[in-house]
């Protein structure tokens, strides 16, 4: 997965608990995103960075937070989940020519 | 009228097809494209990527670009079931720094042995 990972992979939560998602890269990009995949919608940005303390909204932003403190960490958070918000998550940085995104391997959170 | 249309599909074909795929986008200012592959349960890995109009060939795979038509197509050649998998098409405008991907919303690829 080109030197970015997520933790966890797998979470299953309760309504109106807070959740936060981990990406972690190892390659000193400047740009990180944070994506959902849903059925009928595909990929949807959430947030993006472009540098530490850096960030900006995506289209679906609403009932997400993230924060980026180092280079290497994006941080997802679900400040109080929804059952709307199970879905999968995707981080991805930007690296190479062509604004090319390399993806993580997901994190598939389900809300009961 | 969405930025990219992808035909959803699902396409299933024999092995050893050729198999298109396609994507129609409405943003003239589009520079960049992308095409996808996204096993089950796995994150979407880059395939190919193009710049502004043309040909890409790797392999069995070619990119084509068709800007005056807003069309991309993904052929694959001699279809193989390890194809077997949603292809996304993205692409994208330089923003000055800020540049965002738009995603198709993928096509379901079966290659049948």
């Known amino acids: 997965d080109a030197g970015i990972t997520q933790s966890p992979r797998h979470k299953v939560t309760e309504t109106g608990t807070p959740v936060t998602l981990r990406c972690h890269q190892t390659e000193n990009h400047r740009y990180m995103y944070w994506y959902r995949q849903d059925p009928g919608h595909g990929l949807r940005l959430i947030h993006y960075?472009?540098?530490?303390?850096?960030?900006d909204k995506g289209e679906v932003s609403d009932g997400y937070s993230v924060s980026r403190s180092k280079t290497e960490d994006f941080l997802l958070t679900l400040e109080s989940a929804t059952s709307s918000q199970t879905s999968v998550y995707f981080c991805a940085m930007r690296a190479g020519p062509a604004d090319t995104q390399y993806f993580g391997p997901g994190t598939r959170l389900t809300v009961l | 009228q969405k930025e990219v249309e992808q035909d959803p599909g699902p396409l299933s074909v024999p092995e050893g097809a050729i198999v298109s795929l396609n994507c129609t986008y409405s943003?003239?200012?589009?520079?960049?494209f992308m095409w996808y592959r996204q096993y089950s349960r796995k994150g979407p890995e880059l395939l190919m990527y193009?710049?502004?109009?043309g040909n890409k060939e790797d392999g069995r795979f070619t990119a084509q670009v068709d800007k005056s038509s807003k069309y991309i197509s993904l052929f694959i050649r001699d279809s193989q079931p390890s194809d077997s998998a949603t292809y996304l098409c993205a692409m994208s405008a330089p923003q000055g720094g800020s540049e965002k991907l738009v995603f198709g919303k993928g096509t379901k690829l079966t290659v049948n042995p």
């Open positions: 960075s472009y540098g530490v303390k850096d960030t």
């Open positions: 943003n003239s200012a589009f520079q960049y």
């Open positions: 193009t710049y502004s109009s």
